[in-house]
């Protein structure tokens, strides 16, 4: 199992540039997810998804989009680089449980993607 | 509404020191998770704990471990005996059982001083 692997490691953009964030899993989880961590902010969601098809936003969706056509993967989109979105960028995943939406099963996270937008 | 609060943004310690470091959650919900994660320098991320709001028992893996009290909403982190390979930045988080989104702590920050 490889596990969540996420390209590129590392991405310098032009402000105004777009571009496509990959992240992917190979453990059928239903759940994944985009978080950004800056300096003194933990990790805050951007959007996340339970199953193919199905995707919502979290706490800072402003600037990016996503979709999940297959279970596997959850590319986050970029639209419009702004100096803002300098940060990490980490995808998550995780089996989701019947009977209600939080779970206490583990997420795993992939390496992470160290953006800076000039 | 769900939140983490991780108080303590940085703690330095000396090799062979104890140290805890501190969560404390709010949430409405009787239901809920509690987790810890580990990041060190690399930046991975590392799951090291969860644990669910019915299950109060203290956990210890090796140096580690884990008080959790529902009477102070907090669950709190011990190392003992703290090595170099300890220094790391620690996140809390916290999903309750009606949301799909892990809330995060804003992470301590360990130093372990040889």
């Known amino acids: 199992n490889a596990g969540v692997t996420q390209t590129p490691k590392f991405q310098v953009l032009k402000t105004g540039q777009s571009m496509t964030l990959q992240c992917a899993q190979d453990?059928?989880?239903?759940?994944m997810s985009w978080y950004r961590q800056d300096p003194g902010m933990g990790l805050r969601l951007i959007h996340y998804s339970v199953g193919a098809g199905i995707t919502d936003q979290g706490e800072v969706p402003n600037g990016y989009n996503v979709s999940r056509s297959t279970t596997e993967d959850f590319p986050l989109r970029l639209l419009s680089a702004a100096p803002s979105q300098t940060s990490v960028y980490f995808c998550?995943?995780?089996?989701?449980?019947?009977?209600?939406?939080?779970?206490?099963?583990?997420?795993?996270f992939g390496p992470g993607t160290r953006l800076t937008v000039l | 509404a769900q939140k983490v609060t991780q108080a303590q943004t940085e703690i330095s310690v000396v090799e062979k020191e104890d140290v805890t470091l501190d969560c404390v959650y709010e949430t409405r919900d009787t239901t809920y998770y509690l987790f810890w994660y580990k990041q060190p320098p690399s930046g991975e991320l590392v799951f090291l704990i969860r644990r669910n709001s019915f299950d109060e028992q203290n956990e210890i893996s090796g140096r580690y471990s884990w008080n959790f009290q529902k009477s102070t909403s907090s669950f709190n982190f011990t190392i003992t005996a703290s090595q170099v390979v300890d220094s790391a930045v620690y996140f809390c988080?916290?999903?309750?059982?009606?949301?799909?989104?892990?809330?995060f702590g804003k992470g301590t920050k360990l130093s372990v001083i040889p």
């Open positions: 988080a916290l999903n309750w059982a009606g949301s799909y989104q892990l809330t």
């Open positions: 453990m059928n989880h239903e759940y």
């Open positions: 998550a995943s995780r089996l989701l449980t019947s009977g209600g939406a939080g779970t206490s099963n583990e997420q795993f």
